[in-house]
């Protein structure tokens, strides 16, 4: 079965850094794109960072500057480097990433939180 484990959150102060993980398994497919999502309590879903096939990168506002998205196609992996963290990055983040012909494929999430 194709998954996707996210690894890495924690508790940091604030101007910390977390750097987070996720990892395909289940396939000899690899990741394509894939991209980093946030959910904080009583707020939606959205995006934070993201990867395209060809190694474009986008990034919210809220990040540009601090956090950065990275591939490893040697390990299937995709990493979020998380740095100035700030309390308004605490959430659970997921990652989505399309695995060969498996799209849209979600984690179970990390939570992130950074203490004033």
């Known amino acids: 079965q194709v998954q996707l484990e996210e690894s890495g959150g924690g508790l940091v102060q604030v101007g910390g850094s977390l750097r987070l993980s996720c990892a395909a398994s289940g396939t000899a497919f690899k990741i394509t794109r894939a991209g980093w999502y946030r959910q904080a309590p009583g707020k939606q879903r959205e995006l934070v960072a993201d990867?395209?096939?060809?190694?474009?990168?986008t990034y919210a506002d809220s990040v540009k500057g601090r956090f950065t998205i990275s591939r490893d196609n040697s390990k299937n992996t995709v990493h979020l480097q998380m740095d100035s963290l700030i309390p308004d990055d605490s959430a659970v983040y997921y990652c989505n990433a399309d695995i060969g012909w498996y799209t849209g494929r979600w984690g179970q999430g990390t939570q992130v939180t950074v203490s004033s």
């Open positions: 990867i395209e096939s060809d190694g474009s990168t």
